[in-house]
């Protein structure tokens, strides 16, 4: 099967490419990594970038390239800057798949679609209607109209999938960071929070993806993805602590004395993902293709430890 990948070179992407690797891969994207050696396309996804040579007599676009979230962005109109890769720049690549006959474009979108946090124990379906607040969220909520029109106006098969936070060996930002105080095993004043959220480990999600290249049942849905286990921060930081052989080393302090803190000092986005819940029902998931997570949350927490000893 030739199936063309986009960001190959990110957090997801990398893994995705070593999972599939048996077929004719394309990868496209602005550099390749020293160690794949699979076909290389160098574009950029915008509007304007012409994808037919890379295209042709593709079988399915699995398109994970993204301008990613920050908390803090930097551009003059983060929006406009969203769109131009994650709106116009999918579309234009999409566009000219289905021009081309591919039969299926999967789009890693995000859980960002439907919001930044659920109530107790209403977990966000994919049959939701869409509620993102930032930038980001709006962007990738953009494409998947976009997407969806184009599979109606062209019969190419869409499929898209949102995940919520992945983690995994290489992860980065505030997971990377939890990783490291796991280590050195401080004292932290994270022993009761009581919330419950969902996240995603990498080999969960690249399994879920693999899943829907072929599937027929995929065909043109929207799938939520998780370990299928929702955990608070306190359940998480003695996983992680656990993992890295340590005894945990938690001090109970209330949740309402962060979300105090949070409001004293401007943080309160920060202190939302550490008390707040975002959980996702993936039902759906598992009924349509018959899919479950094949990695525990204690095995996907272990193994961004083993990856780095």
Known sequence: MNIVVTGHTGFVGQALVNAISEHSLRLVGRRKLPEQTEKFYEKSINPKT??????????????????????????????????????????????????????RFIFISSIKVNGEGTLPARPY????????????????????????????????????????????????????????????????????????RSMVA?????????????????ANQTFLVSDDRDISTTELLQMMTRAAGKKPWLIPLPMSWFKLVGKLTGKRAIVDRLCGNLQVDIRHTKDTLGWKPPVSVEEGISRCFAASK
């Open 202 to 218: 990498l080999d969960n999600l690249v399994d879920l993806i693999i899943t829907c290249i072929d599937h027929p049942k995929a």
């Open 125 to 196: 379906t994919p049959f939701d209607q869409t509620n993102a607040s930032d930038p980001y969220g709006v962007s990738k909520a953009e494409a998947e109209v976009g997407l969806k029109q184009i599979a109606a106006d062209t019969g190419m098969e869409v499929v898209v999938i949102r995940p919520p936070l992945v983690y995994g060996p290489g992860v980065k930002a505030n997971f990377a960071a939890m990783l490291k105080f796991a280590k050195k095993n401080l004292p932290l004043p994270l022993g009761a929070i009581h919330n419950c």
């Open 50 to 103: 012409d994808f037919s040579d890379c295209l042709e007599s593709a079988d399915v676009v699995i398109h994970a390239a993204a301008r990613v979230h920050v908390m803090e962005d930097a551009a003059a109109d983060p929006l406009a800057a969203y769109r131009v890769v994650n709106v116009d720049g999918t579309l234009n690549l999409a566009s000219q798949a289905a021009a081309l006959g591919v039969k």
